[in-house]
Structure formats: structure tokens, C-alpha cells
DNA sequence: AAAATTAATGTAATCGATTACACAAGTATA
DNA sequence: TATACTTGTGTAATCGATTACATTAATTTT
């Protein structure tokens, strides 16, 4: 009986138990927890410390349901077990924490519905704001559609798509496929094959045709035969050099668009009994941290993950504070940075010299 | 101003809308959409055919706040961007999405002060439960008292602590320890040294003491000199190596508590002009994708990391939904699996005569 | 046909915090 | 001293959904 008793005790403390308390109204409570200038320094004091010692604190749900907002943020991407995204969220929460947001993260393994099915929930968890890598630039809109109906701010980091008034945080793909070849080129490689991935995403685009550009910019022929679709996945990149390999006339450097199909590719030449960077030089993109740690280190483009976290964070915060409906969407494009490593580098830099 | 009009008009339709337009009161609209069984089924379907019609969706924060129930689930882990914890992750999410839960994902980055901040907000955004794995073991407990105290569920999954009446899902860390070193015996290995971790959390204490089982189990001499304390990281285990390769009397083999370490031993034992694995074998702890995939594949042990997080979810929903707070806690323990691969393979299997 | 059930819906309180508006007491101004 | 501000609190509605407890109408029982 007296342990039931003391079981119904452990009811949270509210603000109308500390109203009772300190015989002030719940309204007053409120008040003084929130530092309202026209409450009187001693009652705030007095409520302050009260609160403290009856283990007062506030009930989010209840302050979620009247303000209207849930300080729960969904981050969406395509998975989280990449480095790259994790360090995007990483950033992300970085600045997201202090200001007391939660973050809910959603993968959607690359599929569509997946996406979608998280895109309603999200909305339907009554998140203050969305920030997302989409999966697939082709899909139906209209979850979009129903995002900017609710005014939840959206926010797209890396993979984007062109929607009016929604703001992005991206790097500069072209400029970073740009570079790569540059940098195959420079090392003196004549035939560069891409592999590349789903298009419709700018992201693969824009490296596809970095990747082009420098070619033609250099005085190589573009041969579009070697320019090959796969997916972000060592065997596919596997799959994808055996082709490559097959050829007449194979390539002598492969310029991937992911870090995981290079390694595929990596391993495909090696058991070619080929030799790397000798015989075909390699490239890759994320600088994913394996790239650094293989035996073989794997050139790559790096892109700031942590960084552009923390500005799709910030682009957030601004959007999400603004009392101005009409906001301008803003296009924040990161330049990314190559990383020279063993898998390319035939010619001793002048640096060295 | 028509404008303005239509903007304010796009405000979420409740069941108090719902039930002017359909001339009843907003409790029947409730029962209607809830199924009550005393809802006559004419009233039922007209409710949830308007409903559909005027794109009602329920307002979670509402039925939150008077349920006491947020639907919000924390997950704590020391990092995100491991397969391992990814992949548990992976589990928990596939059973709590379809039960309609929402996941939020903290890591702590092996710090305390963020373990412990992580809880508290965690529970300060009213989570129905959290699932945990622990960073330190030796962290203060009155984080987890306050757990109890709200009577949040409270699961722990690969390092748990123990603590009386908190469920926890493992696995036989022990077991994959003496397995993996029996398995280095069998190749021929009689001096296996072992790159350990913070033995205050169970799982490092117990791969220890099943390498040291095996190796007495076996009649090897059991040498303290040989295990290491060090940390999950590439560089760390480089260290180590380095220290153990400058024995007199360095070991023959490596069996590591954590994929990251053997990888770093690997190429410290490669730079050292030795062989693996005739001069030196390695196995590791975890079966990252990495392991699989380096050119000199790695042995290692496979935690079935989706399972673990699915069991831990079933574990979750049992304790949430039922009623009798004197729970008995659950000690699931899953066991492992040996891959065996290059890194330690030197004896050709019976299997393959 | 009166009494007792059953079925379907309505009334109103509740979850906990916020806030527009009202009001009283104190201080400043004319 | 009467009038006009301040300052600090209280009152009560609100956010949207749920649910114990009426209440009414319809049906069954005796």
C-alpha cells in the first residue's frame, strides 16, 4: 500500500505542482521558467529554485503541441554506413545539438518507396524540418509537393534536386571529376574510362561531365564507350572493369565515381595481373577513410563532409527562425579537394624535386 | 488577401473538422478512427472515407501528450560510421518502423559526458525506451537511476552493464575470443598475442578471457606480455604492433578485438618485410566489410549485428507494452562465427582433400 | 406493455505548457 | 489629490486527441 503510494508519487512534477508549491499560478510558473521580463526577479528566483529542487522539467510534448513545433529534425539518406554520411550527420549534429534539436536519421537503402514512406513519417512526426540526400531524382514529386504545403524547411546536402524555394549545400562535382582527370592526364594517362552512376542524380552528372570536359580541354579523344553505368559497390565496380578489361583497346586509368566501385576496380586489375598505377592508374570519390588505409592507397576526391553537415544545419536554423515566408532559397556549393595517393601516382612530383 | 486566405486555410484538419462535416462530435470521429468496436459500422466508414477525403492525419504530439506515449525510440552508440553499428541499427529500425516508431540516433564518440547528455535528452524528449550500447562501464550510474526512474525500457545491446532488471542482448564475446585463437592454434601459431581494449566493458574482459582459455586449454604457456590494451582505430593498432614486433621473442600471431586494430597491424607487419600469413598471423573481431574486401582478406568474427538489433527491438516492444512493472530482464546471448580468410589461413582445410 | 438490455453517440475533463487579456497595486505626473 | 502609467499576477482559452461517464434511442425479455 505505501510502496503503491509511493509509485504514484514519481509522477512528473508540472508547473501547476510548483505553482501549488510556491502559491503562484501555473501561468506565473511559466513565466519565470522562461525568463518573461515581466515577472518579478524575486519570484523568478524563488520559482527557479523550487522547480530545481522538486526535479521540475518540462514536458517537450506539451510545449511541442501548443508552439507548434517538435525541435525534431529528419535527416534522410540514402545509409548511414558510408563515412561520408556519417560525418555529414556528424555535422549536422554538431550544430543542431546546442540549439536543441533532435535529430531522427532515416535511411532509405536507395529505394523510392523507402523514401517516401520516411518523408510521410517524418512529416507526420511533426519534425520542425527536413534535410536530405535524395535517393532518386526521377521520383514523384508530390511528396515534395506536401513538404512545402506544410512549410517544413527542406534542405538538400550532396544529392539535390531542382526545386523552387528549396535550399542546397552541395560541392562542386564538376570541379572535383575536373581535377581527377587533370590529374590522370598530367601522370600521363591517354585512355580514361568513368565509371559512372544513375545520372539522373546531378551529382553523377556534373562528374560525368567534369570527367568529359577535362578530357576534351586536354587534347584527348572522348570515347564514350568508356563511360560505363554502375553502382557505388565494390562488386559492381568489380563487374564493371571485367567489361572494361575485355575490350580491343582497354583503358590505361579508371576515374570512379565512388570510392567502392574504385576498389572493385582495384581488385578486378589485380587479378588481371596488372599492375596499378603502372598499367592502369585509379582514381575515386568521398575519400572514404579505407581509401587512405589500403595497402594500396586510393586517390580520391575529398568533399568536406563535416562541413557541409554543419552549413545544411545552419541554412536550417535560418530558414526555420525566419518569420518571412518569402524566403530566397539559397545554393551553397563546397569546392572539394584531390587527394593524391598511391593508386595514381606514376610521376614523382616537381615538389619532391 | 485572398491569398492570405487560402495560406491560413492550410491548416491541418482535425477530428474537431472532421466532425462538423460530418454533423457528429469529435469524441465518435476518435472512436470512429481508432475502430472502437462501439461505433456502429455506417458512422465508422463515413468518418474514415471523410477523413481520407480532407487528408486528416493524426497529430502524434496530441495523441502523445495524452497517451504519455512519444512513439520515439533513442538508440545510443559510440559511433555510427562502423558496419557494426550500422547494421544493429539496420535491425532495430526494420522492427520498430512497421509498430509504427520513429528512431532517434545518438552517438556518443566513446566520450561519458556525451553518453550521459545523450540520455538525458533523450528522456527529456519523452522516448518511449532506449537502446543502448555502452561506452564506459565505469561511467557514474545515476544517469541509468533516472532511467529507471521514468520507467523508461531501458535495453542494452553488445556492451551492456550490469544492472539489475535491465534487459541486454550479446554475444558470446568469450566464445568468439576461443574460437578464433583456437583456430590460430590449429594453424600451427604457438605465440598469438592479443591487441585488447578497455576490459572494463564485458565484451573486451570476455574476448581476453576466452583467448586465454584457449590458449591454456590447448598446453601453449600463457604469456601477459603478449596482450595489449589499446584502442578500435587503424593507427593504434599500428602502435602496438610495433611495440610487439621489437620483442626479443615477438609473437606469430595476432588476434585482435577489433577489425580496425588488426587492419593497422597488418600493415605494420607488412612494413616490416614479414609475411602473412607464414610469417605472421592475423585474425580480427567484428567482420567489417573492409575485412572481406583488402587484398590480403582478414579473418575475422562475425556478430550478426541486424539480428542483434532485431532481437533487441522484440526485447523493446515486449517490456513497453506490457503492463506488469515487475519485469523479469532478459539476457540474450547470440553466438558467433569464425570467418576464416587469408590473413590467417595457412594450413589448406581437410575439406578441400 | 412495462422493464431491462444493448447499441450508438454526446458531454466534458484531461494531458502540460503557453499566452492574450484582465486586473490590482504601486509609482509618477499634472 | 486626482489621473495616468508601470509592474507583476491571475484568469481562462488554446493546442488536438482520448476516454470515463452520461444519455438517448432501439431492441429484447418477461
Known amino acids: 500500500m505505501f510502496i503503491l503510494y509511493l509509485n504514484l508519487m ?20 511559466s513565466r519565470a ?8 526577479e524575486k519570484t523568478r528566483k524563488l520559482v527557479q529554485e523550487t522547480a530545481k529542487k522538486m526535479n521540475y522539467e518540462q514536458n517537450t510534448l506539451a510545449r511541442a503541441l501548443k508552439s507548434g513545433k517538435s525541435y525534431n529534425v529528419g535527416v534522410i539518406v540514402p545509409r548511414m554506413d558510408s563515412n561520408f554520411f556519417a560525418s555529414v550527420i556528424r555535422g549536422i549534429e554538431e550544430e543542431l545539438y546546442p540549439k536543441g534539436y533532435h535529430v531522427i536519421i532515416c535511411q532509405t537503402h536507395d529505394q523510392e518507396n523507402l523514401e517516401t514512406g520516411n518523408i510521410n513519417s517524418l512529416l507526420n512526426a511533426q519534425v520542425d524540418g527536413i534535410l536530405m540526400s535524395i535517393s532518386n531524382a526521377k521520383s514523384k514529386s508530390n511528396v515534395f509537393d506536401s513538404i512545402a504545403q506544410k512549410k517544413v524547411p527542406l534542405i538538400f546536402f550532396d544529392r539535390k534536386k531542382e526545386i523552387p524555394g528549396v535550399s542546397s549545400v552541395t560541392i562542386d562535382d564538376f570541379n572535383g571529376a575536373y581535377q581527377a582527370t587533370k590529374h590522370l592526364i598530367e601522370q600521363g594517362c591517354k ?14 552528372k556534373n562528374r560525368y561531365l567534369g570527367y568529359k570536359q577535362a578530357i576534351i580541354d586536354h587534347g584527348l579523344e572522348f570515347d564514350e564507350s568508356l563511360v560505363i553505368e554502375t553502382f557505388s559497390k565494390v562488386l559492381e565496380g568489380r563487374k564493371t572493369v571485367k567489361k572494361l578489361l575485355k575490350m580491343k583497346n582497354p583503358p590505361d586509368a579508371i576515374f570512379s565515381s565512388s570510392d567502392f566501385s574504385a576498389l572493385g576496380a582495384i581488385q578486378e586489375i589485380k587479378d588481371h595481373g596488372l599492375r596499378i598505377p603502372e598499367d592502369i592508374s585509379v582514381v575515386g570519390f568521398s575519400n572514404e577513410p579505407f581509401t587512405k588505409f589500403m595497402e594500396l592507397s586510393i586517390t580520391s576526391v575529398d568533399q568536406s563532409p563535416i562541413e557541409m553537415g554543419r552549413i545544411a544545419a545552419k541554412v536550417f536554423l535560418k530558414e526555420v527562425d525566419s518569420k518571412t515566408p518569402k524566403k530566397e532559397s539559397e545554393k551553397i556549393v563546397l569546392q572539394p579537394e584531390l587527394i593524391i595517393r598511391d593508386s595514381s601516382l606514376k610521376v614523382k612530383s616537381e615538389a619532391s624535386a
Chains 1, 2 share one sequence.
Do not use: M, Q, W
Open 10 to 29: 514519481k509522477k512528473k512534477t508540472t508547473i501547476y505542482d510548483i505553482a501549488k508549491e510556491v502559491g503562484l499560478t501555473a501561468a506565473t510558473v
Open 191 to 204: 585512355r580514361i574510362a568513368h565509371l559512372s552512376n544513375n545520372r539522373s542524380l546531378e551529382i553523377f
Open 33 to 40: 521558467l522562461n525568463n518573461n521580463p515581466k515577472i518579478s
